[in-house]
């Protein structure tokens, strides 16, 4: 599948704090989408984007889909401790069926 | 509570057993998705059915195959299994065939 880099790989941050993560390819997405996995659990979808350009929130959570179509960035605003747990980028490539990943951020959030 | 189920939700066999895993879409979608998900590889696409109908593979073993039925439910099958084979693996569901993904709890499996 396509390689999608997705950075920082992990992160240790501050009750209260605003995190950002991206996501970089050298492909051309049709489709961004940003989920977050708890432990044993599936991947729950956060937040989609379709549009280059586009500014999506979903509650503390905003994500941007490029310009280039190319990356996308997550932020998560006031961090609480709830938000730990692995966030995944997914791009999907113009009439292509599958997801191609990257590899996660681990989030965990000090007290 | 995404809406696609998966069972079972834990499942340990041993190398060489054959095992299968099922997954319900949610109401209304047509298409399902397999993936597999390990530490050293992430979520790795497997195949895609739409419909009853093989739409797009991936990265899936030829020891393993999948198939949706009429109601639209699929099942992954996983035959002669190695130690390998142990991660998680999820099914997910969407509308169409580029619609939103939305993914099952996933099966454990583990391979001793």
């Known amino acids: 599948g396509q390689q999608l880099n997705q950075s920082p790989q992990s992160m240790f941050i501050q009750e ?8 970089t390819s050298s492909s051309i997405f049709n489709t961004w989408l940003w989920y977050k996995q708890d432990p044993g659990e599936g991947p729950v979808l956060l937040i989609a984007l379709y549009k280059a350009g586009e500014l999506t929130s979903n509650g503390r959570l905003t994500a941007q889909f490029g310009i280039t179509r190319k990356d996308s960035f997550l932020n998560i605003s006031a961090s609480i401790p709830s938000d730990v747990g692995i966030y995944f980028c997914a791009g999907q490539l113009i009439g292509d069926y599958k997801l191609s990943f990257g590899a996660g951020t681990t989030v965990t959030v000090r007290a | ?5 998966q069972t079972p939700k834990h499942l340990i ?10 997954c319900s879409p949610r109401s209304g979608d047509l ?9 050293d590889q992430g979520l790795q696409f497997l195949i895609q059915y739409y419909n ?3 739409r797009a593979k991936g990265n899936i073993l ?10 639209l439910h699929s099942e992954l099958n996983l035959s002669s299994l190695e130690l390998g084979d142990s991660a998680l693996y999820f099914c997910a569901s ?8 939305y993914f099952g709890p996933g099966t454990r499996l583990t391979v001793l």
Request: proline share 2%.
């Open chain 2, 52 to 54: 009853g109908e093989e």
């Open chain 2, 13 to 22: 066999t041993a190398t060489g057993q054959r095992v299968t895993l099922r």
């Open chain 2, 94 to 101: 969407c509308r169409g065939g580029t619609d939103t993904q």
């Open chain 2, 1 to 5: 509570d995404s809406g696609v189920t």
């Open chain 1, 16 to 23: 209260g704090e605003d995190v950002s993560m991206n996501c």
């Open chain 2, 62 to 71: 030829e020891r393993f195959s999948a198939q949706q039925f009429p109601d």
């Open chain 2, 31 to 39: 298409s399902v998705y397999w993936y597999q998900q390990s530490l």
